[in-house]
């Protein structure tokens, strides 16, 4: 059996074993329950054996949860800015008060709702349209969500190898010990054996010798 499993582990309390790292780092939108459900399956799958072990853990948890933040919010992002891809769909079919339309349709007003989907479905386009064009609008500020996201990824990575490097080395630091041990145990064994076994002079203190 593996030493780390025969140390206490975390089971469903891995949310208050980990509470001395601090407040998980929500925000608005996050839902707690979810990091929670989230930190309890890694902790329980990884089985932190110590502190350090338990800090990666706390790591491995936020990272994970940080890059499904930035997916979410870059959805989000393209939502709420859908009003100015619609504006350029709007603009490219020649439709009159892009601006003022586009915004209202994204408000839900029945009217302008009703008056753009006139327009696109006369034009043979629909929402996917709309939303390339919101793309193109903040391609900027996606491509450094998916850049955040990518690094929030690899640091994640990072401390996981952390704790296999940290396994090893704890692993490979008690077989030398057992082995070192052994040696130790097979030197006293042998000084004992040597103090044990008779001298020449009792080889020769034979019954009848003297006679």
Known sequence: MSPSRDL???SSSATRA???LGRAPLIPGDERAGYDTLLAGIAGT???ADLIEEAWVRDVVDLVW???RLRRLKAALMTACADE???KVLAGLDARDTLSLSRRWAARELDAVGQVEAVL???GLGLDHVM???LRVRIGEIERIDRMTALAEARRNAALREIAHHRANFAESLRRAAQAAERIDDDAFEVVAS???PGPAAADEQPGAGA
């Open 8 to 10: 206490p582990i975390h």
């Open 18 to 20: 980990l509470d001395f």
């Open 46 to 48: 990884v089985r932190p």
């Open 66 to 68: 940080e890059a499904v």
């Open 85 to 87: 891809g619609m504006q």
């Open 121 to 123: 479905a006369a034009a």
């Open 132 to 134: 390339a064009q919101t």
């Open 195 to 197: 103090s044990a076994a």
